[in-house]
């Protein structure tokens, strides 16, 4: 083959399979030794990380869950903002959160530093939890109860934004979640 005719299969002219100098040598091992770090740094995070909810989850059937938060909605309600029922469950109850195309219901009245079960779960497709301006972040999927033991640690009204696309509504579908000292 000539040399004008230059291919894929044919090795270019140059200097790249010569060793590595000794500058990039001390990269390389550079780089290595931080994939490492980074690696270990998964499972110690995973371990020692205050970041992971401690969630207990059940299967559930979207119906009976459903029926469960109406059940809740009606017993600790206090009012209503727009349309939406406030309910303001006692101390330490199993409170529930449903979400739905394209709405999160009830808005949920809690006292600043208090345990409650938050039970949330889709009636339809899937959504996503995101209290907002705190950077919280759940799945939540039909058929799943998922209950996370919670304790309010600042006082305010928080939003609860949908981070999970879910339709033509979905940007619309904003929570609340008050807090009180
Ligand atoms: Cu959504």
């Known amino acids: 083959m ?3 005719m230059h291919s894929g299969i044919v090795s270019p002219q ?25 690696f270990a740094m998964m499972p110690l995070w995973h371990l020692k990380g205050g970041q992971n909810p401690s969630g207990i989850r059940a299967k559930v059937d979207p119906i009976e869950f459903n029926a469960r938060a109406e059940r809740f909605i009606e017993e600790f309600k206090v009012g209503e903002e727009k349309g939406f029922p406030v309910v303001a469950p006692p101390p330490g109850a199993d409170i529930y959160l449903i979400a739905r195309m394209w709405q999160w219901t009830p808005v949920l009245k809690l006292k600043k530093d208090t345990e409650y079960t938050l039970h949330l779960s889709a009636t339809d497709v899937n959504h996503g939890f995101s209290l907002f301006p705190i950077n919280v972040n759940i799945q939540v999927i039909p058929g799943y109860d998922y209950a996370l033991k919670i304790v309010p640690n600042q006082a305010g009204d928080f939003r609860i934004i949908c981070n999970e696309f879910c339709g033509i509504g979905h940007h619309l579908m904003i929570g609340k979640v008050i807090v009180e000292e």
């Open 2 to 4: 000539s040399r004008e």
């Open 14 to 38: 140059g200097m790249w399979w010569v060793p590595a100098g000794a500058q990039e040598r001390r990269w390389i091992k550079l780089s290595f030794a931080w994939c490492m770090v980074l």
